[in-house]
């Protein structure tokens, strides 16, 4: 079965520190990975997309970057935080196609604070 | 207009008591359509599929109306377990094949004893 890990599952950072956050998936091969971000009170949004590696698309201009390494490795980091980068990030994975394509399962999440 | 709305809530519920909620979505041409689940503090799950010919899971009905551009959830007898948020999920198509999953705001159901 699949699964998918993601860390670490929280942090507090001060401004302009840079951040890294990892996600692997297993048990799969060539998946859609991807990043969001939950601030508080909010939906998602969607930050980063990636159909394989190398291939990032990114949604919305920020400070932030991804980068996805191996198959089913995907980074996100930033060189300076921001105090609006505070939120919940969840990495996610989907088939690339086939049954269940379009169903994405959601790491446990990373909770950044940035202070 | 937002690409996927939906009412906020909160929606307090008594126990057993059946609930609906709606989520509305902009782009005609979306073709995927889910509900997630997430309970406080934690990542979203897959609730259901949102099927043409609408579609039901225990005590759970998702149906789907494209003319109106809105799906709709109804949890029937709801449980204490059933308090948590739910999310409206759409795809939207984007250049060379690839799609996008935008997600609502979410619902907030609250079910009280």
């Known amino acids: 079965s699949q699964t998918i890990h993601q860390w670490p599952a929280t942090l507090v950072q001060p401004v302009g520190s840079p951040l890294s956050l990892e996600c692997t998936v297993e048990?799969?091969?060539?998946?859609?990975l991807y990043w969001y971000r939950q601030a508080a009170g909010r939906g998602l949004q969607l930050l980063f997309y990636?159909?394989?590696?190398?291939?990032i698309s990114s949604e919305v201009p920020q400070n932030l970057s991804a980068s996805r390494p191996q198959d089913r490795q995907f980074i996100l980091s930033s060189k300076k935080l921001l105090l609006s980068d505070s939120g919940f990030y969840l990495c996610?994975?989907?088939?690339?196609?086939?049954?269940?394509?379009?169903?994405?399962?959601f790491g446990a999440g990373s909770r950044l604070t940035v202070l | 207009r937002k690409e996927v709305e939906q009412d906020p809530g909160p929606f307090n519920v008594p126990e057993g008591a059946t609930v609906a909620f709606n989520c509305t979505y902009s782009?005609?041409?979306?073709?995927?359509f889910f509900w997630y689940r997430q309970d406080c503090r934690k990542e979203p799950k897959l609730l259901m599929s949102?099927?043409?010919s609408g579609n039901e899971d225990g005590r759970f009905t998702a149906q789907l109306n494209r003319a109106s551009q809105y799906i709709s959830l109804l949890i029937r007898d709801s449980k204490l377990s059933d308090s948590a948020t739910y999310l409206c999920?759409?795809?939207?198509?984007?250049?060379?094949?690839?799609?996008?999953?935008?997600f609502g705001t979410g619902t907030r159901l609250t079910i009280i004893p």
């Open positions: 996610a994975w989907s088939p690339i196609r086939g049954a269940g394509a379009n169903v994405l399962t």
């Open positions: 782009n005609s041409a979306s073709q995927s």
């Open positions: 048990g799969t091969s060539n998946p859609n």
């Open positions: 949102v099927y043409s």
């Open positions: 990636s159909v394989g590696i190398g291939q």
């Open positions: 999920v759409v795809n939207n198509p984007l250049e060379f094949g690839n799609e996008k999953l935008t």
